[in-house]
């Protein structure tokens, strides 16, 4: 895994990356939760979605959002990070320009810009959103979904009831050519931090399913 920095709209993005094996792999951005409440790229849980891709053989880019770490720049509301985020997944995909799939994962805040950055990049196979924030940010963008992909969050997450994720997966699974995966934990939280072995579980899973249907 190596250190990398990129240059965005803010300055610095600081990096981590680790290259695919093989020519042609497959890329997946992983974003971060809220920077206002302690997130960084380091995160057990998105450091767990970057092993996940990892291990299967992708190409695999961490970041921090503007102005964490040594990321140059303040935070924007969601603006900015997204402007972060489409910089992030330029670069790996300049980096990797035979890769055969792209993927966007995502957790917290990281899952909302995430989906965002997914509408705004059709050619998204597929994503992973991890206790997304449904409750604090309108998700109605999602109008219609590009890609299929995974909802997994936590039956006792008192920070967004699952009542609120459910709601933006039901519309989406009305949609016709993708399929929403959602998958809920009962023993888990909004953080995770006793469930990461879910999240490997769960994750890990999903995305081994969805390369048999469809190899890298």
């Given amino acids: 895994m190596a250190e990398v920095v990129l240059t965005g709209a803010a300055g610095r993005i600081e990096g981590r990356y680790s290259p695919g094996k093989k020519e042609g792999a497959p890329i997946a951005l992983i974003l971060h939760p809220h920077p206002k409440a302690g997130g960084n790229m380091n995160h057990p849980v998105s450091a767990q979605l970057f092993l996940l891709f990892m291990q299967r053989g992708f190409s695999v880019l961490r970041f921090n959002f503007r102005g964490v770490g040594r990321s140059q720049g303040e935070f924007d509301g969601?603006?900015?990070?997204?402007?972060?985020?489409?910089?992030?997944?330029?670069?790996?995909?300049?980096t990797n320009p035979t890769a055969s799939q792209t993927w966007v994962a995502g957790f917290?805040?990281?899952?909302?810009?995430?989906?965002?950055?997914?509408?705004?990049?059709?050619?998204?196979?597929?994503?992973?959103?991890?206790?997304?924030p449904t409750n604090m940010y309108d998700f109605s963008f999602l109008a219609?979904?590009?890609?299929s992909g995974l909802f997994l969050h936590g039956a006792n997450d008192s920070v967004v009831p699952p009542t609120e994720v459910e709601r933006v997966v039901t519309k989406l699974r009305t949609q016709?050519?993708?399929?929403?995966?959602?998958?809920?934990?009962?023993?888990?939280?909004?953080?995770?931090?006793?469930?990461?072995?879910?999240?490997?579980?769960?994750?890990?899973?999903?995305l081994d399913k969805r390369l048999a249907a469809n190899p890298a």
């Fill in 176 to 206: 016709k050519g993708i399929v929403i995966d959602y998958d809920v934990i009962d023993t888990a939280d909004h953080f995770w931090a006793h469930n990461l072995k879910d999240v490997e579980k769960q994750v890990g899973g999903y």
């Fill in 108 to 132: 917290d805040f990281g899952a909302y810009i995430g989906m965002q950055l997914l509408m705004r990049r059709p050619e998204t196979d597929g994503f992973i959103s991890v206790s997304p």
């Fill in 78 to 94: 969601g603006i900015g990070e997204l402007a972060d985020a489409a910089t992030a997944l330029d670069w790996l995909q300049a």
């Fill in 144 to 147: 219609p979904c590009p890609a």
